[in-house]
């Protein structure tokens, strides 16, 4: 099985001044689980080489089993260091497709002419695609084949307005991903703050917050199997 990574290539937090980018766990968790059960993984991002880092993902508080194992992981880093541009990309060669989080994808995929032809030739294949914490966002441009939006009622989830308003950045992000969902006709649901919840409809897999990552990558594996 081969499984595409798509992450993003912004790392401005808006006009803070702070960086951002994707987040650690929601990159790490799902990528030991594909890869520890045999899955062939290839990353990619708008710019290619080395997509940011959210520094704030770093930090100890928000360190897990799969975020050390990637701290310690040189090989794996390596590669994350040379990821593909998206245009040399191809829904042909991919079995799934997989978008962390982090603020950064709400600044560059969710509008990247590259990553919304991706989805929707994986849609159109009838390919998992699936999204964690905020890159449920590069979902929004994306079309169906009749041209609707491909959330428009369809299940679906993401970081929420109550967590956002949680770590300070309401009035920050560029939109409030629950309320766009639900602007593109998506059934928007979400679970307690912080703790696993994620959502399947069709293809589409996606996940609420950093806690939820591991058990959307083991969704996309049952899927395949």
Not at 59 to 65: A, G
Not at 143 to 172: I, M, P, W, Y
Request: net charge negative; hydrophobic share 40%; aromatic share 8%.
């Amino acid at each position: 099985m081969n499984i595409l990574f798509v992450l993003t290539s912004h790392d401005a937090l808006g006009n803070t001044g702070e960086k951002t980018g994707f987040w650690i766990e929601e990159f790490a968790a799902p990528y030991y689980t594909f890869a520890d059960a045999g899955v062939n993984i290839t990353l990619a991002s708008p710019a290619g080489g080395q997509p940011p880092i959210d520094p704030k993902s770093a930090l100890e508080d928000f360190q897990t089993d799969a975020t050390r194992r990637f701290d310690a992981d040189e090989e794996l880093q390596k590669t994350l260091a040379d990821t593909r541009r998206l245009t040399e990309v191809t829904a042909d060669d991919y079995d799934a497709l997989f978008y962390p989080g982090g603020h950064g994808p709400l600044w560059d995929l969710t509008t990247d002419a590259d990553s919304i032809r991706l989805i929707e030739a994986f849609a159109l294949q009838n390919k998992p695609i699936s999204t964690v914490c905020h890159a449920p966002s590069v979902l929004l441009n994306a079309k169906d084949a009749q041209g609707n939006a491909l959330v428009n009622g369809k299940r679906v989830t993401g970081f929420s307005n109550t967590e956002e308003a949680a770590v300070g950045l309401t009035e920050v992000v560029p939109f409030l991903l629950q309320d766009e969902l639900k602007n593109r006709g998506g059934l928007y649901s979400q679970g307690p703050d912080w703790a696993p919840y994620w959502v399947e409809d069709g293809i589409l897999i996606t996940g609420q917050n950093p806690a939820s990552s591991s058990a959307v990558a083991t969704a996309v594996l049952a899927r395949l199997k």
